[in-house]
């Protein structure tokens, strides 16, 4: 976090701290049994955390290299790790359906395991720690309390894979990057669907939103990746909604389905959302 390191990750079953001013190696290898597909630093910058093939997340000395901890161990390949925002726990993703929210102290699991029906791509925090939210090979996101490991929401459901989430930096909204070509864009309080699909030309994997909350980047298999003004998403969910229904002609209904509007809504809306904002 300050700028004096770098933290990398390899197939060859190693991550590596190396000083950035000088490309200088500064601990030993942090070694895995299997290939390392994440690593990052805590908020602090005093442990990094790992993510492996070979089944566990590590907590590591980011001064002298040395495990912190006992693995974090899930049945099958670990595919991401992340830190809270305080960094006292840490919430893993893993291809045995499984999400898990472990305390980075003691590396103690500390609620039951959160399940999905398929393998899950990635986990996260949300700004305020007090939310996780996950994605699934089998079609959904979903959030979760994650004092207790209870759902939430209804699953937010796309059509394959979501391999990718990202809570807005005030925690309001969630966006969904799925094998489907789309982002969605998501109420982190109802679960429910709030603007039509952002759409890409192929699977989309990886959404970041901006410091402000006003931007969301997505990067895809298409070759390139996209700036979107997501700016209407600072205004209260029902203004987001009429928005998106004189935009775009859509209305979001209470079960999450898109229903065209005739052109008699598509001008009510439009009235309303002015006569909010006048």
Partial sequence: PDGRKILTAGNDGTARLWEAATGKSLAPPLVH???????????????????????????????????????????????????????????TASQDKTVQIWSAATGQALTPPLRHEDAVNFATFSPDGRKVATASNDHTARIWDAATGRALTPPMTHDDAVVHVAFSPDGRMLATASDDYTVELWDTATGREVAPALQHALNVRRVAFSADGRRLLTACWDKTARLWDVSPIDWPVEDVALFAAFESGVRIDAAGERVPLEGAAIDAAARQFRARHA
């Fill in 33 to 91: 049994a299997g290939a390392v597909v994440s690593a990052e630093f805590s908020p602090d910058g005093r442990v990094v955390l790992t993510a492996s093939s070979d089944n566990t997340a590590r907590l590591w000395d980011a001064t002298t290299g040395k495990a912190l901890a006992p693995p974090l161990t899930h049945a099958f390949w670990v595919n991401s790790a992340v830190f809270s925002p305080d960094g006292l726990r840490v919430v």
